[in-house]
């Protein structure tokens, strides 16, 4: 089956948003694994957010994340749970928004175009950590509260097509 994102400018953040959602909803329905979907999930968000340079899973082994898939140049690979903000958003299981990566302490650069960063953490079941989505962009700033709104609904969306 082939997919075409639709259009989007995001500047009305919520109904884009929420077409998005409804999207990726369809995208992935009936398809039950984790890296088939996340694969999907990270090429329709790239490819429908402007200013992106990177957006991908990092998955949960042991007490650090792991790269899974992504969009954008090569990755670091290896994330401690606690470092960077990947690590850190794990850690303490909440989205962190990142206006300025330079000014966040310990920020790993993977990509030195990187300015700023959103990432979510990824739930199984609503509790159990399975890792994070991981947003960067060269713009500073690029995220806010309506993105962070958004891409959480996102990953919900990712996480809940799991479920068989």
């Known amino acids: 089956m082939s997919h075409q994102s639709a259009r989007y400018d995001f500047r009305n953040k919520p109904a884009d948003y929420a077409a998005l959602a409804h999207e990726l909803d369809g995208l992935l329905n009936g398809e039950h694994d984790l890296i088939a979907n996340a694969a999907n999930a990270t ?18 082994r042991g ?45 790993i650069a993977c990509d030195a175009a990187s300015r700023s960063e959103i990432v979510i953490p990824l739930f199984a079941h609503g509790t159990r950590l399975l890792g994070v989505l991981d947003l960067d962009s060269p713009k500073l700033a690029r995220f806010d509260e309506e993105d962070r709104r958004g891409l959480e609904a996102l990953a919900a969306i990712l996480m809940s097509s799991l479920s068989t």
């Open 43 to 60: 090429s329709l968000i790239y490819h429908a957010l402007p200013d992106l340079n990177w957006c991908g899973v990092y998955l949960l």
């Open 63 to 107: 007490e650090e994340l792991i790269v899974g898939p992504f969009q954008g140049k090569p990755a670091c690979v290896h994330i401690p749970l606690g470092k960077g903000v990947c690590g850190t958003a794990a850690a303490r299981r909440e989205t962190i928004v990142v206006p300025d990566v330079e000014a966040f302490p310990g920020h």
